[in-house]
């Protein structure tokens, strides 16, 4: 089965986070096998494919050819957000980069501080740093969800802005709003941070510390 049509867990839970309806730019698009799938699948009437680099808006852009969509979806060179039009979106999908890139590009957008654009977060690595940067910056995390894919566990946020900041706690930058007491993906995911946390921690016992106090949160002590 081809990506377009069978996208796997992470781009697919990524994927059940956008609204119905919603116009889509997909920030770091690659092959742009989102947009395709949501613009194929009738969830999205139009997309915005947007990277940063020509090799892959290239592949993109065949991916969107060959499905037949390039009257829905266009392909564009940016980057982050600002080559679009803070009116082309409503949803804005930011997948299969770093947390602290990811927590940039929101920054560097003028109009991501508004309440009716709903970004849909999908981090690599140091989710922590970005969910310090959302609260800090007063986004919330309206929703949240863990999914396995090639034997590793991701997290995919669902996230606006409000306007009232809040740090967070050093727990809460792991968790998220993650429930590992009933979720066993949930659980996967944080202990995944606890063992990089283990790992840290032969140099310095504040980690040791904190994996302690996560797994304490995760109810394994
Ligand atoms: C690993 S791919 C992720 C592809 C897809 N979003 C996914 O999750 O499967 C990361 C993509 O982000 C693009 N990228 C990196 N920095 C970017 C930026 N500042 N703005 C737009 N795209 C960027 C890269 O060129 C690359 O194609």
Known sequence: MSSETHLDNRLRLCAEFVRPGARLADIGTDHAYLPVWLCRNGVCPHAIAADINPEPLNRGRLTVENAGLSGKIETRLSDGLKSIGSNEADDIVIAGMGGELIAKIIGDCDYAKSPDKHFILQPMTRSEVLISWLCENGFEIKDQDCCEAG?????VLSVRYTGAPAPADEIYRYTGILRPRENETHLRFIRAHIGRLRKQS????????LADRLEEYCGDR
Do not use: L, P, V, W
């Open 202 to 209: 032969r140099g310095d016992a504040r980690f040791a510390a």
């Open 151 to 155: 034997g590793k566990c991701y997290t």
